[in-house]
């Protein structure tokens, strides 16, 4: 019920996502007068989904404390709910991210050895049309070393996954790749994420800058949630920006509109491409349970992307395989801290 467009957006991105893959099966949770006729008028999602009622709402204003108090007939609460039960494989909500993050720390919990869950988000990798993901885009503005280190150890498990890749590569964003530079937790992160990867199978590329964010010589961004957040904001902006300029540029007169006919097969790939809704859908690491954060203003093209997103993973097995590695990797990193004479062979075999 939550998100910019209510219920509407999200019944319409549910019956994208049903025409596209017959597999997935929809429990939307809200208020059953508001929701069971938009159902009704939907055939694609009569037989695939079902009503699960609750009548609060969880507004974008409200603080995460008050929800995690008073939130419980709430449908961003059920749906959480649904997840922790196992009525449910993943959740997906358009709603407040604030909230949504305390309450599925709530009633999820956080898996053993993580202090702080990220939000991990994809971003398209130059012109391959494959992915990098950055961690973490908004769950917590501050992030020590060690929780630096935490999100470069689950956006690699993450990437492992999920892009089957079995060594992802993991760059750290700072203000320049020299090593004398950042702040001085910023460089402490540095030593501890490049003395654990071996531990942690993934291949530490150092500091990275902005501009390497859809670099293809990176697989995962680590930065801390205010900056994530600000830069993945600044990339839709100019993602928004490219594409009304290019709308204004070729379809202001009749003559720069009759010139862009032959370049309109590649214009429309181009635009997909730079599409923020096609990527939308950010997903909560560090928790026992698949969770995934569509942006508040998505309307059905991002929702299903969303949904698309949090079917995979749940079709992976990726949440139970990346708890028995991060438990792994909580064990060696006690035994193995920087410095440690030993190399952790043994533990890495046994990953």
């Not at 997103?309 to 990193?333: D, H, K, N, P």
Request: net charge neutral; glycine share 12%.
């Amino acid at each position: 019920m939550g998100g910019d467009s209510g219920p509407a957006a999200v019944v319409a991105g549910c019956v994208r996502s049903a025409e596209i893959n017959p597999d997935i099966g929809f429990a939307l949770h809200g208020d059953e007068a508001v929701l069971n006729p938009m159902v009704a008028r939907e055939p694609s999602l009569r037989e695939r989904a079902r009503i699960v009622h609750a009548a609060g709402v969880v507004t974008m204003e409200e603080k995460p404390s008050h929800v995690m108090r008073n939130g419980k007939d709430t449908s961003m609460w059920s749906c959480i709910e649904s997840v922790r039960g196992g009525t449910a494989e993943a959740a997906v909500s358009c709603g407040n991210t604030g909230a949504l993050m305390a309450v599925s720390m709530l009633r999820l919990r956080k898996l053993p050895g993580v202090d702080r869950p990220a939000i991990a988000c994809m971003w398209p990798k130059g012109t391959t049309g494959a992915h990098n993901i950055m961690l973490d885009v908004g769950a917590d503005v501050r992030a020590d070393p060690a929780n630096l280190l935490q999100y470069a150890l689950m956006g690699a498990a993450y990437y492992r996954n999920g892009f089957s890749v079995s060594v992802p590569r993991v760059g750290l964003l700072n203000v320049g790749t020299e090593e004398h530079k950042g702040r001085a937790e910023i460089r402490e992160a540095h030593e501890l994420i490049g003395a654990m990867q071996g531990l942690g199978r993934y291949d530490f590329v150092g500091f990275v800058e902005g501009t390497d964010i859809p670099s293809t010589e990176v697989d995962v961004i680590v930065t801390d949630g205010f900056t994530g957040n600000v830069a993945l904001k600044t990339a839709e902006g100019t993602a928004r920006l490219i594409r009304d300029l290019l709308h204004a540029e070729l379809g202001g007169t009749w003559l720069s509109r009759l010139a862009a006919l032959p370049a309109l097969p590649g214009l429309k790939r181009l635009q997909r491409r730079i599409d923020p809704r096609q990527v939308n859908g950010g997903v909560f690491l560090g928790l026992n349970g698949t969770v995934v954060k569509s942006h508040g203003a998505a309307d059905a093209t991002g929702i299903s992307a969303a949904i698309k997103l949090a079917f995979l993973l749940a079709q992976s097995g990726f949440q139970a395989r990346m708890s028995e590695r991060l438990e792994q990797v909580t064990l060696a990193v006690a035994e193995h801290q920087p410095g440690s004479a030993r190399n952790g062979k043994n533990e890495q075999d046994k990953a």
